[in-house]
């Protein structure tokens, strides 16, 4: 499961591919009609749908000579993929029920480049805490132990000190775990309060798939 979360948020956590996404978001596109609005050559949009197409993030069909995107995953609700996919269009769509849900996302949220580029890099940051399987396995060890020194996750998570600290700072700044000085020694925790919502949501779909898997293992 967690090879399937790290590829699927790999995909995610792209500037350029957020962009395709909300694009596409407003409806069916051809890889030329992408290349166009977002000025990049053919050969990049192609590669970046690839991905997409590779995640189960978009749909891909063929028409004539033709071939046309559309936001939407494969999969329905009951995966990884097609949850993910459901609510990160629902983000990225402009509607006003969108900013009720995230009403930190209320100044973002115009047709004006600049604001839009502001969505992504919050989608971004959120999702870069979920695409090394290393950080998933140490805020999976938090979840079960709810406090945890480097010395345990080193020991129980056969992981270098110098990894630990690595990814327990980029969980830091994402907002997914906090620390608390105990003498010598650090300790993390799991954060009580998200960033964003945005960060929120994404990791409760992140412990939904978890936990799915953990019911049919």
């Not at 290349?35 to 891909?60: D, E, F, G, W, Y």
């Not at 989608?123 to 999976?140: G, S, V």
């Amino acid at each position: 499961m967690d090879e399937i979360i790290v590829r699927v948020m790999r995909a995610m956590a792209s500037h350029p591919r957020l962009r395709m996404l909300s694009l596409l978001t407003l409806g069916e596109q051809t890889p030329t009609h992408l290349a166009k609005v977002l000025q990049l050559p053919l050969c990049a949009v192609s590669q970046h749908l690839r991905v997409l197409v590779a995640a189960n993030l978009i749909t891909r069909r063929k028409s004539g000579g033709w071939c046309h995107y559309r936001a939407e995953s494969p999969y329905d609700a009951t995966t990884f993929s097609g949850k993910l996919a459901i609510w990160l269009y629902g983000l990225l769509k402009p509607q006003p029920a969108c900013e009720r849900n995230y009403p930190e996302l209320a100044q973002v949220r115009d047709d004006s480049a600049a604001q839009a580029a502001a969505l992504h890099r919050i989608i971004f940051e959120a999702a870069t805490a979920f695409t090394d399987l290393r950080r998933l396995q140490l805020l999976r060890y938090l979840g079960r132990h709810q406090s945890a020194d480097a010395q345990d996750l080193e020991e129980s998570l056969s992981m270098s000190p110098q990894a630990i600290s690595r990814h327990m700072r980029k969980l830091v700044r994402r907002g997914y775990v906090q620390t608390q000085p105990m003498g010598r020694a650090v300790v993390y925790r799991p954060s009580r309060d998200a960033k964003t919502s945005v960060h929120r949501r994404l990791f409760e779909i992140v412990r939904d798939a978890w936990e799915q898997r953990s019911r049919t293992l």
